[in-house]
């Protein structure tokens, strides 16, 4: 996953939470032996008790969901329509004229039956589509999941060890300088978020891995994952703070798991096409390219929408969380108007807002603009202390090309025509 993943896959004053003790867990001395089970845990290292902050979010009442057999059916839809749809069209081609017409007599004489087990898988489907409709507790929006609580734990953990025996080598010792600031900034942003009941309920894990790239991501059961080179693109702590609780804002708003929940219903609603266009198209290739033009456009009309609204939720919902944790908000418009120079002076690449997962720089600068007012107040309530007076927007705006070039170069960033 790429930067633009990590901002999806992005001096602050002391709060009556922000004190703890040092951990007190016992971290395994090799850390190739690293396992789901030894990471350090964040959330029981706090060490007074935990202030729950009066600025809560308004919450709906949520509904679990039980069946678990989704992630093995999606792969056999797609190849298994694929293939019966292939295999029938050669077995078709060999029949001959008299053959396909007693077939054909064969098959109209239980039209009836055919439609009503149609009718009935399609009414199965929708059944259990509505069943597994439920409403997430902080937005408020109705979203499809397929997995409940167990079997998202249970993903996570396969997918954060699969990550840890990938990374092995570059596991950083929570004594490492940098393991420390994110821990910091991971413990004041859950702390001060206690109101919320997914945030209280997750047992969150940091993992820092030594890497250039820039990343950072947290798996649905709550295991934060930070490249190192993350840290080298932000300028400041409260940057960091905003980047990781938008990544935090993700799990809680159950993205991912929804994303794979659409999937798994389009996969099953596409097989059928997919099936019939193998069977009917008479050219391999044009049967292909039909297929894949079909995939591009379900992804154009269906995923990346969802996937852009998804980060503009996960923005909106960070932006908040980092406000309650005292943090100066006012840095994350500042990031993304970073990112938008770093991008204008080709340091890093972005792509076009209508085909990127995330938003374009300059839109998800604007969004955050809007909002944030709504997040200062929020923060006020909070009880934290002043923002400064001295404005980083209008500071940052005010900075001219060279300027930002000159800054750029000290952090060892430089421009690609002059790589
Ligand atoms: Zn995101």
Redo the contacts with the bound molecule.
Sequence with gaps: MLLL?S????NRRQTLVSRFIKPTIHYPSKYSSFSQNTLPKIIDKYDDKITINKCKFHTTPRLDIPPYFALLIRPITRVGAYLFGRLLKKWWSRKSPQEKEIYKEWLSARKTKIYGLLGFALASLLFYYIYHIETDPITGRSRFIILNKEQQKALSSLAAEGILEDHEDSVLPPSHSSYRRLNKIVKQLLKANQDIPSIAEREWTLTVLDSNQKNAFVLPGGQIFVYLGMLKLVENDDQLAFVLA??IA?VLLLHSIESLSRNFLLDILLAVPVAITWFIIPSDLLAFALQYFGVKLTNILITLPHNRR??QE?DHVGLQITSKACFDVRQAVVLWAMMKQLSHLEIEPEKSTWLST?PAHEDREKYLDTILPEAIDLRNQCGCLRLRLHDPIAAYRAKTAEQHLKQFAKRGYVPSQTK
């Design positions: 993943r901002f999806c896959l992005l938008h990544e993700h998804a980060e996960a995330h």
